[in-house]
């Protein structure tokens, strides 16, 4: 079966470092809808992280503003998700995920995003060492 969103870039790091997600669409048209991040830590719920509608709008979730950029290049239906001073609470799996709207709802403030979402990715960990 053929993944149509396809997440990369995780890794382990230590705390205070960054790291860069990438998502490629293999749909090229989900990227003129609102597209964004979540993320699931071991033994947790979801919860949002990012999303980014086709007009430029951004949301981010409390928790990583001034520290997480989500961005686009519609050219390459790739999504990324920039993350800077990582801290151990952002372990994680990070899922890039779609929503078929125009304009983005409230989920990336929101637990268990997924409810408000089409479709994501199998994810990539991302683990933030102390």
């Known amino acids: 079966q053929v993944q149509v969103l396809v997440e990369s870039g995780g890794g382990s790091v230590q705390s205070g470092g960054s790291l860069i997600l990438s998502c490629i669409s293999h749909?090229?048209?989900?990227?003129?809808?609102?597209m964004g991040w979540f993320r699931q830590a071991p033994g947790k719920e979801s919860e949002g992280v990012a999303s980014?509608?086709?007009?430029?709008?951004?949301t981010y979730a409390d928790s990583v503003k001034g520290r997480f950029m989500i961005d686009r290049d519609g050219a390459a239906n790739t999504l990324y998700l920039h993350m800077n001073s990582l801290k151990p609470e952002d372990t994680a799996s990070y899922y890039c995920?779609?929503?078929?709207?125009?304009?983005?709802?409230?989920?990336?403030?929101?637990?268990?995003?997924?409810?408000?979402?089409?479709?994501w990715g199998q994810g990539t960990l991302v683990t933030v060492s102390s």
């Open positions: 980014l509608d086709r007009y430029g709008t951004t």
């Open positions: 749909e090229p048209g989900y990227t003129s809808y609102c």
């Open positions: 995920a779609v929503e078929l709207s125009r304009v983005c709802g409230r989920w990336a403030e929101r637990r268990e995003p997924h409810k408000y979402l089409e479709l």
